[in-house]
């Protein structure tokens, strides 16, 4: 005779009950606008920016100091590399309700934002290819060729989080999300740094996820090595932009402009992954990722502009480490119950010592990558 037998019927309910709440995937809670679509996550300062400019003046653009190069890179995403890599395979066709609900919870959170900055990527350069083309048909095509790019990246991880049962309405985040207006020597400066750091990202969790099998929760990660290489591409074709401007990065000014992208595009990647549990499902310190990746593509920054960050600084990172420990006080404060206003009051000095530390990495001594002697660049 079992023990489930000796049991009496109320307790025998009991029991079942329980085996069912081990056996049935709870399902992560998100708020949805309809059955099966998420609700876009809030807008925050770290959350992916959609941007616009001023299409008028990148028109104008005159590209000849550059335009072999542009040429050279335009055809060689024209060849399309990547044309036949975005299809799933036998590996999708299976659930995924195995994956305990915290962890699931993370990953569609994981994404969600990757497929929101890859569909911001779509939008600008797609927007750029239709305004441009009877004006500068030459970087009309380039922007067409990305935002192809771009589009397949952000459908494949949309499909993906329909894997888990949600996804999200990119015509809904089309219209609904906040855009930010750059002239288009800051999109220069601060798209060429996302793709960059995107190559570095995809490439160093590609190579940790091929060294650590056992921590590869889902198939998607296969791709990200030939992913990788699209938005090194992009990176590349901002490069040749970059250069076909010679005043965006031969002055102060630049200079100047450049050391501020920089800092904004590493402290934004390092004080939201220090929030993210996403790292450590896979596996990995998210600190350290976050260092080499931060390391590369500083170096990477280093062949196109006239000035990098001192990274290898001794007070680099721990500066970088206080602003961090700030930012989770301020994100624990917007969890609270505490009333708004008194929120805000409590938060200043949180704040004030948060912009006193990014001041001071801005004023750090920088490289200067002009005056390096026999430097390939
Ligand atoms: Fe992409
Ligand atoms: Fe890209």
């Not at 952000?154 to 809904?172: C, E, I, P, W, Y």
């Not at 750091?197 to 889902?218: S, T």
């Amino acid at each position: 005779m079992t023990g489930l037998c000796r049991l009496g019927r109320s307790q025998y309910e009991l029991v079942i009950k329980k085996i069912a709440m081990v056996n049935t995937p709870t399902k992560p809670s998100f708020d949805e606008i309809r059955p099966g679509v998420k609700r876009p996550a809030k807008e925050t300062l770290l959350t992916p920016r959609f941007y616009t400019t001023d299409f008028e003046e990148m028109a104008k653009m005159d590209l000849a100091v550059n335009e072999d190069e542009l040429s050279a890179i335009i055809e060689e995403m024209r060849v399309d590399y990547n044309r036949n890599h975005f299809v799933r395979d036998e590996k999708f066709d299976r659930t995924w309700d195995d994956i305990p609900t915290e962890t699931r919870q993370t990953f569609i959170e994981f994404l969600e934002s990757s497929c929101t900055s890859e569909f911001s990527g779509f939008l600008l350069y797609k927007e750029l290819s239709r305004k441009l083309k009877n004006k500068n048909p030459l970087l009309a095509e380039g922007f067409s060729l990305l935002s192809r790019d771009e589009a397949r990246h952000a459908g494949f991880l949309n499909k993906a989080m329909s894997d888990f049962g949600l996804s999200l309405d990119l015509g809904f985040l089309t219209k609904t999300h906040n855009y930010t207006f750059f002239k288009p020597k800051f999109i220069f400066y601060s798209v060429y740094l996302s793709e960059k750091i995107g190559y570095w990202r995809y490439i160093k969790i590609f190579q940790h996820l091929e060294a650590n099998p056992e921590h590869r929760i889902y198939p998607i990660f296969h791709f990200f090595d030939n992913w990788c290489q699209d938005e090194n591409r992009h990176g590349d074709f901002f490069d040749a932009l970059m250069r076909s401007q010679p005043q965006l990065l031969n002055d102060f000014r630049a200079k100047l402009w450049c050391r501020f992208f920089l800092l904004a595009v590493f402290a934004t990647m390092y004080l939201r992954d220090r929030s993210s549990k996403f790292y450590g499902i896979l596996g990995m310190d998210s600190r350290e990722f976050d260092i080499e990746v931060i390391q590369e593509t500083n170096k990477t920054a280093g062949r196109v502009f006239p000035i990098v960050l001192d990274v290898d600084h001794p007070k680099f990172f721990p500066i970088l480490d206080k602003c961090a420990a700030d930012y989770l006080k301020l994100l624990a404060s917007a969890e609270s119950t505490t009333p708004k206003l008194l929120k805000k009051i409590q938060n200043l000095p949180t704040i004030a010592s948060m912009g006193v530390k990014l001041l001071r990495l801005y004023l750090m001594k920088p490289i200067d990558m002009t005056k390096q002697a026999g430097v390939v660049r």
